[in-house]
């Protein structure tokens, strides 16, 4: 099993509603501050991008590391934890 | 052909994209996309016609080139297609989305070509394979072999996965001479191709592979020294190289067609990678193990548990254990055993019982006791009112 961590399972247990971006697992201050200036200020917007990308990994990792310059963990951080959210909720 | 796109096609979006990455001023946001066609037709597409009438004539020599078109032209119903045509289901092309499918797309016309680089020589190798044979037999001077030589070289390299037994078998048994007649060609062959243009890459490659596997695809200058250790050393490693060698040779004859540089550093890049993992595999698994006449590197099992003068070992000393037991460790020292619980409680039931039963005793024995007194009390009425008598 690998783990996960308290963020991810914070994120994943609820429906997001509002949540902000950094809410989001692997998403910290900085790169939620970058994405926010690039408009996705809200955790469903990224939703919606991933949800536009078909759930594809690895577009979604290369479209969040041309975003905010997330790294190859943080990439699979969010990519886990919205998919986990999608199974869970969508 | 699809390289031709007109503006008018395009969504609004597309359009905006497009100008941006062209560097070009948007107009207003309110503005009609008649404006951006405009302006689309006016900077971008007089770009374009220019870098299509340059590329022509290169087109016209490169028939492979000409089958590819750059993702970046395409509208995003071409793209679509295209992407289709690759086994990809893409969703839909916004704006966000059209950077990484087109690189998507880039990335699926390379490996196209690579692929249908690599059938191709390896059509040429299949054919020719049993001359290679043959020739190998044979002792002949390395010079008179120079110019089966290039032929030779790929057939061998391509070759090397499906023959790999026929390779080995011949060689043990043969002499040594014959051996290293051929490892001698492998010391030319390769001396050859370092020195062609385009080769640092190769070589730096070679060079690593030459130091980390101790393999013996034979140092450039001496041939006859080595050759003795290179009989010993024949291995798979050795075809792999090859292999590799010829692989990237084949790039630097297609590099000059494909007039760019950046193909061959991509193929050159990207080929490694998919050999190297064999071979760094080994180094990583195995780095302080000793080369072998085979080239086979091989661990010592563990011992089947129970099996004849294999006793059972019940508790390893280097097992893996897990966190919850190491924690559930920790607590059970300060807690008391329960075989430990269980002893004493069934002590403490056994004194209790006989506490029981003692006081039960000594009840009647009292009660007993009682009676006797009562008796005496009586009987020394009884003399009383005799004596009273």
Known sequence: ?90 | MPFAEDPAHLSKSRLKSDLVAHNVALPSAASKKAVYVELHLKHIDQKNAADFSSDEEDRADDKKDAEMPVPSCLTDEDLKAMLRKHGVKPGPITASTRVLYERKLHKLLQSDRRERLNEADKAVLYSDSEEEKKQQEKDQDSGSEKQPDPSDQTQKESSQCFLPSSRLRPCPPRNTESSSNWNSRNALKSSERSQSQCSQIISTSTADHHTGLGSTVLPRSKSTDDSSLSSQYFSITQMVEEMENSSSRSVTDNACEFNGTSVQENWAQSDRPPQEPVKDAFKDILPGSKTTPTGIYVTRRRPIKGAAQRPVQYSYPDSPVSPMTQQRREVERYLVPIHIQILVFIIVACVLYLIYVNVEGSLSYWSYGEDRLLVQAESQDAEADYAQD
């Not at chain 1, 996960?4 to 997001?16: G, L, N, Y």
């Not at chain 1, 949800?51 to 990439?75: I, P, Y």
Request: negative net charge; hydrophobic residues 40%.
């Open chain 1, 1 to 90: 099993m690998s783990s996960t961590s308290q963020k991810h399972k914070d994120f994943v247990a609820e429906p997001m509603g509002e949540k902000p971006v950094m809410a989001l697992a692997g998403i910290g201050e900085v790169l939620g501050k970058r994405l926010e200036d690039k408009g996705f200020d809200k955790a469903y917007v990224v939703l919606g991008q991933f949800l536009v990308l078909k759930k594809d990994e690895e577009l979604f990792r290369d479209w969040l590391k041309d975003t905010c310059g997330a790294n190859v963990k943080q990439q699979g951080d969010c990519y886990g934890c919205l998919k986990e959210w999608c199974d869970a909720f969508l």
